[in-house]
């Protein structure tokens, strides 16, 4: 490890945190009694946590030349300023879980013109910075697999929700904007 990649690591993850519990505290108001998550949000805590305990991999085979440090940073600012815009978006609409209200409208303008969950977008690319950070092929291999799966279970879970409530609307929705996650990829 170069000299001074723990200590990116550690102020990224200072970042990561203060991010996310910024988040938790702007939303807590916008949660209501009935979540339909079915769990999934532990899921995804589930994940994050596994992808963070990643960056300690004991097992460097195949490592990435230092620019990958550089990636990294990148793509968790990026993935931190993409989350936090798509939930500015969304408003009083964005929730930490899974549920609609009577008054809620389907959001298909600015980042949710680009793909379905920009929200979720952030916070893989924000992970899977930090990992960029350890040069770490496996690590950052492994991170993917681990964030795409919980994620793709939490994505299922909120179309279903959201195609119960809206119906048809969700399902032109869907057409329009046919990627989930990242443009021409899922």
């Known amino acids: 490890m170069f000299h001074y990649q723990s200590t990116i690591i550690y102020c990224l993850l200072v970042l990561w945190g203060l991010?996310?519990?910024?988040?938790?505290?702007?939303?807590?108001?916008?949660?209501?009694?009935?979540?339909?998550d079915q769990g999934t949000r532990y899921i995804i805590?589930?994940?994050?946590?596994l992808s963070i305990a990643m960056l300690n991999n004991p097992i460097k085979p195949y490592l990435l030349p230092e620019w990958g440090i550089y990636l990294g940073i990148f793509l968790m600012i990026f993935g931190i300023i993409f989350r936090l815009y798509a939930i500015h978006y969304l408003g009083k609409a964005f929730t930490l879980n899974v549920q609609t209200t009577d008054t809620?409208?389907?959001?298909?303008?600015?980042?949710?013109?680009?793909?379905?969950?920009?929200?979720?977008?952030?916070?893989?690319?924000?992970?899977?910075?930090?990992?960029f950070v350890t040069l770490n092929i496996l690590s950052i291999l492994i991170t993917l697999i681990i964030l795409s799966i919980a994620y793709a279970i939490r994505i299922r879970t909120e179309e279903r929700v959201l195609n119960q409530h809206f119906g048809e609307t969700y399902k032109d929705y869907c057409q329009k904007v046919r990627y989930r996650l990242f443009p021409f990829i899922w």
């Open 104 to 131: 809620q409208k389907l959001i298909s303008s600015g980042p949710y013109s680009l793909v379905r969950n920009p929200a979720y977008t952030g916070s893989i690319l924000s992970i899977l910075g930090l990992s």
């Open 19 to 36: 991010t996310e519990l910024f988040i938790k505290n702007k939303t807590s108001k916008n949660t209501s009694n009935h979540s339909k």
């Open 45 to 49: 805590i589930a994940s994050v946590v």
